[in-house]
Nanobody, 120 residues
């Protein structure tokens, strides 16, 4: 089994910054893509950012230039640095990881979610 543990959410004023972390642990052989989605109240879950094994990244248009995704492959951890936060960034943020486990089975796992609230 594989677990994703997120941290770093909280309350921040508009224009502020937060850094989310998501650490994967368990029966991991390798991790392929890692990334973040978010879900605001009353809305569908939406893509935020992804980082591929080789380090290539992709972002939603709404966060380009403000958010930066990175990963530490030695720690099986993905980060999301969020700057210039806006009230519309308020959501529960979920990390995901495309994992090949020690049985060589490939599955996408999700974290439990961390709340980010941007408000004055």
């Amino acid at each position: 089994q594989v677990q994703l543990l997120e941290s770093g959410g909280g309350l921040v004023q508009p224009g502020g910054s937060l850094r989310l972390s998501c650490a994967a642990s368990g029966s991991i052989f390798s991790i392929n893509d890692m990334g973040w989605y978010r879900q605001a109240p009353g809305k569908q879950r939406e893509f935020v950012a992804v980082i591929l094994t080789g380090g290539s990244t992709n972002y939603a248009d709404s966060v380009k230039g403000r958010f930066t995704i990175s990963r530490d492959n030695t720690e099986n951890t993905v980060y999301l640095q969020m700057n210039s936060l806006k009230p519309e960034d308020t959501a529960v943020y979920y990390c995901h990881a495309d994992v090949t486990n020690t049985a060589r089975s490939r599955t996408t796992y999700w974290g439990q979610g961390t709340q980010v609230t941007v408000s004055s």
